[in-house]
């Protein structure tokens, strides 16, 4: 019987030759039937693939037969479907590509790479060591969201302070605009999807003065896979795929508001306006309607649940 499933991977460090693995990745991608997005550049790889559940083991076989990706942590989920060719359904196509950096900060001069990982980022935590921290700390410490505002609308920790972030190539300005330099006297947990994102803004924060920084290991991923939705966490879980947004448990939170009616929803929906390339969160019935109709929630400089 098929299995369709999604794997979720990155791994920082120095790649002489990104076009190779460019080429490796969309040989071994395309021989396998997979679909998904990889991105490659000199500081790694970064990617998330759908396919038959034999198919991806073949793939994670091959992936950590290289060394530099041998310690890889590659993060599984249930994928939505197969189509008649045994294709996931979650992408339309494989898109292998080579570039400057694997998480578009925008800022790759900034970047250091060794064969440990990131240089100069935050100190990594468990789940289980989160909870320490927050039990020893209180409230004194700062969740920090480092992935986009759209994706905090649905789901996020309970009190994060999340940027007025568009993109990730915003998080820069908005670091250097000091509008967070009151928090470089706290713990600030930086947090994303899988982990990949707070790599690069913890080591940002880090050369900016904030004194104590960290990050979560795995990121909401792996804190799902071990809380579900009876920890630190509220709501769905924004993901990049056709499956918009994940759930850990089936008494998940509904804390987005549509941007249309102001209706509970966790469904996130492109403008069906071809000339506009917003996305927003928006219920069924308002999902078809012009942004242009809609009266968003305006996303406060940095705010908290």
């Known amino acids: 019987m098929a299995t369709p499933k999604i794997v979720l991977f990155y791994v920082f460090a120095p790649l002489a030759d990104p076009e190779a693995i460019r080429v490796w990745q969309r040989d071994l991608g395309e021989a396998l039937g997979l679909r998904g997005r990889v991105l490659v550049s000199p500081h790694g790889i ?17 992936f950590r037969s290289y060394a530099p990706f041998r310690g890889a942590d590659v993060k599984w989920s249930a994928g939505t479907g197969l189509d008649e060719n045994g294709r996931s359904v979650d992408f339309p196509k494989l898109s292998v590509k080579v570039r400057d950096e694997i998480v578009s900060f925008g800022a790759p001069g900034e970047l250091r790479v060794d ?18 921290l927050v039990a020893e700390r209180g409230d004194d410490v700062v969740f920090f969201d480092g992935r986009n505002a759209l994706e905090a609308q649905v789901g996020r920790f309970r009190g994060a302070v999340v940027p007025p972030a568009e993109t990730t190539r915003d998080f820069v300005g908005l ?9 470089k006297g706290r713990p600030v947990v930086t947090y994303c999807t899988g982990g990949i994102r707070c790599e690069v803004l913890s080591s940002l924060m ?20 071990r ?3 009876d920890g630190l966490w509220e709501g769905s879980l924004y993901v990049f795929d056709g499956r918009g947004a994940i759930d850990f448990s089936d008494h998940a939170a509904v804390i987005g508001r549509c941007a249309g009616c102001g209706a509970a929803t966790s469904r996130t929906a492109n403008c069906p306006d071809p000339s506009c390339r917003r996305q927003l ?10 942004c242009e109709a809609h009266v968003a929630p305006a996303v406060p400089a940095a705010y908290g649940s």
């Open 175 to 183: 670091l250097d605009s000091g509008m967070f330099d009151a928090l």
């Open 206 to 225: 880090t050369a900016r003065g904030f004194g104590e920084v960290y990050q979560l290991d795995g990121g909401i991923v792996r804190y799902g896979e």
């Open 281 to 290: 969160v928006a219920c069924d019935d308002c999902a078809a309607v012009p």
């Open 46 to 62: 970064n990617g998330t693939l759908g396919g038959d559940l034999p198919q991806l083991k073949r793939w994670a076989r091959s």
């Open 227 to 229: 809380y579900g939705d």
């Open 115 to 132: 064969e440990a990982g990131v240089v100069g980022g935050g100190t990594r935590l468990s789940p289980d060591e989160l909870h320490a």
